[in-house]
């Protein structure tokens, strides 16, 4: 195939992998971040201790985060229809883009609030601030560097997820790597569409980075 | 409230209150942690007087922390009362005990100050949580940075400070809300002699500028003995004595207060049949001078400080006994 017509499949595959990742990424980021916070809290010895809660909440994480991803589209295709009223597109690959992420962020956001020290929130506490105070203005904000880090890695990670659900027809890089490359033996299409994900990944590494060292006075 | 259990006759005399509501009172106060056996603090009963500045002293693991973290509301007593200016901290509601933290200021070891913000929004944090709109909390802080002699470091991180320096930011943060009473634990530990004795002085400047209750937690004499008015000394969660610093430390009841003065026990060579002894004295003037000389005494160490002058003599063993009376007279003269 000539460069004119890998051009456009290149910048329709791309955009519908924006389409896919984007959106997925901005909701596992509120939902994940919850999720998180609610484990850090509930931790023995956090502010809202709670062991049972704390197992349950740390059992659904970590089994959202062993279930394959391939699998786990498979088995969310009747809820995805029930959301999007379809299961093919790039809308419908939200769905269980954005479920994937979910566990994946509330484990890496739960990580990144239990590096904040304690005498940090002890001195908080001692302030009179309340749970939701600590929250707000002492736990996330302190965490901030790592949790720009948190979201880059699962941005990274749903460019990949993202290429398997093209199988579904989501579309995307991934998609057009497999319909080219892979069952037409276009190797142009294969390497060029490597190469988009390759600057794709680097280029939002290499943002999250950048913008994680700004945010960070330590 | 126990009526018993305030009456003035069952609080050591030493302590009374010099007005009519101590600002803090314990009343055979226990605290265990949770899955501990020995309790971390037990049947303490201490009256810290209103305005001044008493020194918590004991060795490691005496329940000093635990004491401060009674006052400022992180624990709260198994047992026995605390009463904060007359109000028993065990019964406040969680909306009472947050006002009444808001109102205490708490200066720590380890600073304490986060990270990504600066020293201007460090101090301002304790306002922002009490709704102060941003200008106004900004102008307190940048005059609380100039109190504590930072002033031109508002912009800076903690990274970017020195340890003294962020101990700085840590009292103007405890000042923040204006509070009348300033806890500090351990607050020169981490800092070199001379940073520490900067961070004392201002400690009692403050204190006296805005006639402020301040209780300083240490393991250290010197800071007792440089900062303080009061002192209570606590031994493996008990109290074992307390009063006024000058007197207490003039004459020591208690085995473990003299081991605390004896911890920086000076190098010295002693002559045959000479001990040595510890004394704080109001002067060396030359007639207490005259007065040691009477009784043999070499002074091996005087250091001068706003107690007194500290001071550590080799005796004649014969003569030990006598120090007492010299102490007394030196002391009244
Ligand atoms: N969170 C805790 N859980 C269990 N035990 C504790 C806890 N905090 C303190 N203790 C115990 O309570 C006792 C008193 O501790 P505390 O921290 O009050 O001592 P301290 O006088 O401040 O000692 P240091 O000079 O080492 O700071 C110690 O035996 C300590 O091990
Ligand atoms: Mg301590």
Known sequence: MSWAEIWPLLWQATLETFQMVLPAALMAEVLGLALGVLLTLTRPGGLLANRPVNRVLDAIVNIGRSLPFIILLVLLIPFTRLITGTSIGSTAATVPLTIAAIPFVARLVDGALYSVPGGVIEAARAMGASTGQIVSKVLLPEARPALIQSFTVMLVNLIGYSAMAGAIGGGGLGDLAIRYGHQRFETDVMIATVLVLLLLVQGVQWLGDWAASRADHR | ?333
């Open chain 2, 1 to 333: 409230m126990s009526d018993i259990a305030l009456s003035p006759s069952t609080l050591p005399p030493s302590a009374l209150p010099t007005s009519a509501v101590p600002a803090l009172q314990f009343i055979d106060v226990r605290k265990t942690y949770p899955g501990q056996a020995q309790p971390a603090l037990r049947d303490l009963t201490l009256i810290v007087p209103r305005g001044s500045r008493t020194g918590i002293i004991g060795r490691s693991g005496a329940g000093k922390s635990t004491l401060v973290r009674l006052i400022s509301g992180l624990e709260t007593p198994d047992a026995g009362q605390l009463l904060i200016a007359g109000q028993d901290a065990g019964q406040l509601s969680s909306k009472a005990r947050r006002e009444r933290q808001s109102h205490t200021g708490l200066v720590f070891q380890h600073f304490n100050l986060l990270a990504q913000r600066t020293a201007l929004g460090n101090v301002t944090l304790p306002l922002e949580l009490l709704g102060v709109p941003r200008e106004r909390r900004e102008a307190r802080a940048r005059e609380l940075l100039a109190q504590v002699g930072l002033g031109d470091f508002a912009g800076r991180y903690p990274a970017q400070l020195s340890g003294g320096q962020k101990q700085r930011v840590g009292i103007a943060r405890a000042l923040a809300t204006d509070p009348d009473l300033l806890l500090a634990d351990e607050a020169t530990s981490a800092l070199d002699p001379e940073t520490s004795a900067g961070i004392l002085e201002l400690l009692t400047q403050l204190q006296r500028e805005r006639d402020l209750t301040l209780v300083i937690v240490t393991h250290q004499m010197e800071v007792v003995r440089a900062a303080t008015t009061h002192v209570a000394v606590l031994d493996a969660g008990q109290l074992v004595e307390s009063g006024e610093t000058r007197a207490l430390l003039g004459h020591p009841g208690h085995e473990v207060t003299r081991a605390l003065l004896d911890a920086h026990r000076p190098e010295v060579q002693l002559a045959p049949g000479e001990v040595l002894r510890h004394v704080n004295l109001k002067d060396l003037s030359s007639q207490t001078l005259a007065a040691l000389a009477g009784l043999g005494a070499r002074i091996v160490l005087a250091e001068a400080h706003p107690q007194g002058v500290d001071t550590w003599l080799a005796l004649p063993e014969a003569q030990a006994g006598l120090l007492a009376a010299l102490n007394l007279q030196a002391v009244g003269a």
